[in-house]
T-cell receptor, first 115, second 112 residues
């Protein structure tokens, strides 16, 4: 079965510094990968996706992600963090292995941007 | 406005009681999903449905039931067989034109 792993429970970064939130994947075939963000007591919001094409994917709110096939990674990045970026971030993969498609999420990484 | 509506926002369950969480979408999406969110465990898939009158079990279906009688509605029942129901429940949907999931605002279920 397809899966994603987020190795860090929490990432702290100073405002204005670059940020990286890590995600690795385990899939058979070509992966469909996603990043979502969740603010307190809310549903998840889509940030970006990788289906095929350029390894650097640009998304909402200045976020981007780099797909690396050799390292099976899909890390989320932003050149300059804002305090308002503090939230819970989820990596996800689309799973076809059961004959129908479904979405599998990682355990989430809490990002804290310090002023 | 198009979107997904979950209700109620907060729900309390007594011992031995079944409760039903509502999820309605007006996005004309075929696929709908229910996830359970617990701190430190991320989102775990309970049930999903690709089309009306059809649904599949996810990773943690025991103690839950669903129905998909209408395209826009996918209610989740938490039965008395679910011994640890306290969690945040999220409903999502997506259409054939996009792989992107749209989420509702969630229902927090607690046990009295």
């Amino acid at each position: 079965a397809q899966s994603v792993a987020q190795p860090e429970d929490q990432v702290n970064v100073a405002e204005g510094n670059p940020l990286t939130v890590k995600c690795t994947y385990s899939v058979s075939g070509n992966p469909y990968l996603f990043w979502y963000v969740q603010y307190p007591n809310r549903g998840l919001q889509f940030l970006l996706k990788y289906i095929t094409g350029d390894n650097l994917v640009k998304g909402s709110y200045g976020f981007e992600a780099e797909f690396n096939k050799s390292q099976t990674s899909f890390h989320l990045k932003k050149p300059s963090a804002l305090v308002s970026d503090s939230a819970l971030y989820f990596c996800a993969v689309r799973d076809w292995s059961s004959g129908t498609y479904k979405y599998i999420f990682g355990t989430g990484t809490r990002l804290k941007v310090l002023a | 406005d198009g979107g997904i509506t979950q209700s109620p926002k907060y729900l309390f369950r007594k011992e031995g009681q079944n409760v039903t969480l509502s999820c309605e979408q007006n996005l004309n999406h075929d696929a709908m999903y229910w996830y359970r969110q617990d701190p430190g465990q991320g989102l775990r898939l309970i049930y999903y449905s690709q089309i009306v009158n059809d649904f599949q079990k996810g990773d943690i279906a025991e103690g839950y039931s669903v129905s998909r009688e209408k395209k826009e509605s996918f209610p989740l029942t938490v039965t008395s067989a679910q011994k640890n129901p306290t969690a945040f429940y999220l409903c999502a949907s997506n259409g054939q034109e996009s792989e992107k999931l749209f989420f509702g605002s969630g229902t927090q279920l607690s046990v009295l």
